[in-house]
């Protein structure tokens, strides 16, 4: 009876070894194969690579960008005017430029964007809007060079269409770091209430200079002044917003074959 206690428990153990071993070996090839979600972008889940060739077992990458924001102070003996942006924000603005159009625009761009804008500008609005929209676009431009440092990690480039109703607008943007403006747009009359058409242009023209980036505005089609605008500034930000992403496949490495931008 005992030697037969003994062969039972021997063949269980044997058993249970057989088991314990094809076990083992089942978890750590599933675990050496099974994909991970382990690198984030601003909390956005992006990669699916085994984990063996992603990192080390015990440690995950993380990719992440250094707080973008600045504040601009641009005093001149026309204008005097505060920007502060946050481009990781959530679309809030706090607008307070004396011209009512140009705030409205302002917040198209800060909620497609996803950049939270904050400007109070003083201008000589009893000549006329011309220098207080320059100058707002002017420094724009300079908080949106000042934040993005050496544009390591982006995406760069960005580009959006945008309908209103009958209006549709196109704008592409390279963060190249050489200023130029294409301006493709015939607004069907000269004024929108009382804003000044014309000094849309002179906005964007500030900016492009100072931010040091590459734009092209069209409008496709429209009959609606206010539409047109409308839509070019929510593709205006919808662009930005693409361009200034951040890329996981680019990492630590700048956006060009120069090396620099």
């Known amino acids: 009876v005992l ?14 070894f057989i088991f314990l071993f094809s076990f083992l070996f089942l978890f750590f090839f599933f675990f050496k194969q099974k994909t991970a979600y382990e690198i984030s972008v601003t909390g956005v889940q992006t990669c699916a690579l085994p984990i063996y060739k992603l990192c080390n077992l015990n440690s995950t990458t993380e990719l992440s960008m250094a707080s973008r924001t600045a504040k ?20 809030q603005a706090k607008l307070a430029i004396g011209v009512p159009f140009l705030e409205h625009m302002l917040d198209q761009v800060a909620r497609h964007g996803l950049i939270d804008l904050d400007i ?3 201008g000589d609005l009893e000549i006329d809007a011309h220098h207080t929209v320059e100058d707002v676009g002017i420094s724009l431009g ?11 990690g982006i995406r760069r480039y960005g580009h959006a269409y945008v309908p ?7 704008v592409v943007i390279d963060f190249s770091g050489r200023p130029g403006l294409e301006y493709a747009v015939d ?14 242009r002179e906005f964007f023209q500030g900016f492009v200079n100072h931010a ?10 429209g009959k609606n002044a206010h539409h047109i605008a409308e839509t070019i500034f929510k593709a205006f930000g919808r662009a930005l917003r693409i361009a200034l ?7 630590g490495i700048t956006p060009s074959t120069k090396g620099s931008l």
């Open 3 to 16: 030697s037969d206690i003994l062969i039972i428990t021997f063949r269980l153990d044997f058993l249970f």
């Open 72 to 91: 601009i102070e641009r005093n001149t003996l026309e204008t005097q005017i505060q920007v502060g942006i946050n481009l990781d924000g959530d679309g």
């Open 120 to 122: 109070k500008a003083t």
């Open 142 to 152: 300079q908080a949106f060079a000042q934040t993005m440092g050496d544009k390591k």
């Open 164 to 170: 209103l109703d009958e209006a549709l607008s196109r």
């Open 187 to 200: 607004f069907p009359r000269a004024r929108i209430g009382d804003f000044d058409v014309d000094l849309l």
């Open 212 to 221: 040091h980036v590459t734009l092209h505005i069209d409008s496709i089609r």
């Open 245 to 251: 992403e951040a890329d996981p496949r680019m990492a």
